[in-house]
Structure formats: C-alpha cells, structure tokens
C-alpha cells in the first residue's frame, strides 16, 4: 500500500488520505468569485507569462508542489536562477541550474525517453498512457524560459533548445510529459511562435502593456477586452487564465511562501523515499505493485 498523506498534531500523527495524483486536476488558487480553481494538466502543457512580481513564481511553484506529492509523477527542474525551484530539488529526478549544456542533455533524455514510449504505446495498439501504466508521468518546470533560449550559450544551443522543447510540448503529452515552462515576455524572440501555440493552458500575470498580454493569451483578446495590463499592481498573483479554445477568466494564483514551499519539499521527499524503498521491497520479492490513480474529488 502507498504512503498516505499525514496531520502532525500533539497527540502523533494522523492519516489525512491518499497521496495526490498527476491524473488529479491541479489547485492553482481561486477565481474572481472565490471559489478554489483547479485545473487538469495530465496531457496538457502550461504556459506562466507576466512582468516580475505578478505570481509567475508563484503559479510554478503551486503545480510543482502538487506535482512533488504525486507519487505517480517524476519532476524534472530547470532553473537558471537555481532558487525559485531549488526547494524541491530533493524531489527531483533531475535538476538543472544555469547551464546550457546540461539543459540541452536532459532534454535529449527526455526525448528519447518518449521516443520508446511511443514505441510500447505502437505495440499495445493504444493512444495514450494511463494511471494504471507502470511507467510515470513527468513533470518538465522551467523556470525563466528566456534564460536557455534566448540569453546564455551559442546561437546553436539556444535554437537547440527551442526545437527540442518544442518537440516535447509538441509529442510528450500523449505519453505522460507536461511541459510547464514560465517567462516575463514570451515574445517570438524568447519562445517562437509555432512553439507558444502548443501551449493548452495560458497565464498572463499584470503585463505592462495590452501587446505583452496578447502574446501570452493570444492575439486579438486585448480588442475584445481581455487584457493583463488592467491588472493592478497591487494585486500580486491576480491575472487571466485561458485554455486550449476557451476564454479567459481573472484567477488569483496561490501563494506558497518559502517556508511552506520547503515543508511541503521535505515532506514530499520524505514520501518519495518511503515509496521508493516499498517499491525496491516489492521488486525484490517479485511483486512490483502498480500505481494507483486516486479518486476523483467530491
């Protein structure tokens, strides 16, 4: 049986259910009337744009949590600043920081990776994987696009880059990779165009002005009258979510300040660990369990 969710209280601890799964949808705070907004990322990518200080961060950090307790999902980290996704860096399989080399090796990992899962998927005559699949889901967060695509290395490794993630925005959904990727601007210069269009989920965090707003929702929502510009500044983490052929909404994103954000990592490491360790039990005894997706929520 997997670990369960516990509640620390003086008298020990108390189970509080099952672990999260990726299948779950995602808590990324609430909408303008309050109520909790919670959307599904298995076979979706997301997109996180704004001008600093608008709940980018915060966004990322809310699906990596959730994410981190999912015990049927890996989480691969990419960020050039190292400390907006650093917390989780135990929960990771794979963290990478301000270096273009590595980044570009682990995308091809990743890649071929998916390659031979499209090849069981061909054998087994089906479309898409399935919580009851042994293999798991990946989560792929990247933190400041701009960083690996348009800024650090060679002119070749930035375009390196841009094209293997495009093919794994573009391919990975089907067998289990969810591209999460978050950027100040994501003009083409940063992301191109052919890429940012992959992109099913879309947050627009405050812009500074209606053309920075449209590049992350998409053209033509600022002349009917959605646009990120009329978000107040004093309002941190207020911004429009849009999905693949849908309309915006104004969402308020969830805020994980660092101390919760290391407590939910450790916990979440803690719970990784022990999972592994009854999975390595099970493989020894000739009896790997498989993962089990939780029930839908009330």
Same mark, same amino acid.
């Given at each position: !049986?997997?670990?369960?969710?516990? @509640? %620390? ?10 672990? *999260?799964?990726?299948?779950?949808? +995602? %808590? ?17 990518? !997301? ?15 809310? +699906?990596?949590? %959730?994410?981190? =307790?999912?015990? #049927? ?9 190292r400390v907006e996704l650093g917390q989780w860096r135990k929960c990771a399989d794979a963290f990478v920081g301000p270096d273009i080399a590595? @980044? ?16 069981? =998927? ?16 990946? *989560? ?9 695509? @348009? ?12 094209? *293997? ?11 289990? &990779?969810? +591209? ?29 002005? #209606? ?28 911004? &429009? *979510? ?7 909404? =104004?969402?308020?994103? @969830?805020?994980?300040?660092? %101390? ?11 719970? $990784? ?6 999975? $390595? ?6 009896? $790997? ?10």
């Open positions: !049986m997997a670990p369960v969710l516990v @509640a %620390h209280t003086a008298s020990g601890t108390v189970p509080v259910g099952p672990t *999260l799964s990726i299948f779950d949808p +995602v %808590h990324i705070g609430i909408d303008e009337f309050g109520q909790p907004k919670r959307v599904p990322l298995i076979y979706r990518n !997301m997109l996180i744009g704004g001008e600093p200080g608008s709940g980018k961060s915060g966004l990322l950090n809310a +699906v990596v949590a %959730h994410a981190a =307790l999912s015990l #049927d999902c890996r989480l691969c980290l990419l960020d050039g600043k590595a @980044a570009l090796a682990l995308l091809k990992r990743l890649q071929q990776m998916m390659d031979k899962r499209y090849d069981y =998927l061909e054998d087994c005559d089906r479309r898409k994987i399935t919580p009851q699949d042994v293999f798991t889901a990946y *989560l792929v967060a990247i933190d400041e696009i701009a960083y690996f695509s @348009a800024t650090v290395g060679s002119k070749q490794q930035r375009e390196e880059f841009s094209v *293997l993630l495009r093919d794994l925005v573009a391919r990975g959904r089907a067998v289990g &990779l969810i +591209v999460v990727a978050a950027t100040q601007r994501p003009s083409s210069d940063i992301i191109p165009t052919s890429l940012r269009d992959l992109f099913a989920w879309r947050f627009a965090g405050r812009c500074t002005n #209606d053309s920075s707003s449209d590049i992350v929702l998409g053209h033509g929502w600022a002349n009917k009258g959605w646009s990120a510009n009329i978000v107040s500044p004093n309002n941190p983490g207020a911004g &429009l *979510l849009i999905a693949e052929n849908g309309a915006p909404e =104004l969402v308020k994103v @969830a805020y994980l300040d660092d %101390h919760t954000c290391a407590a939910i990592a450790a916990y979440a490491a803690e719970l $990784r660990a022990a999972y592994a360790a009854e999975l $390595r039990a099970a493989v020894a005894a000739g009896d $790997r369990p498989a993962l089990r997706s939780v029930p839908d929520a009330a």
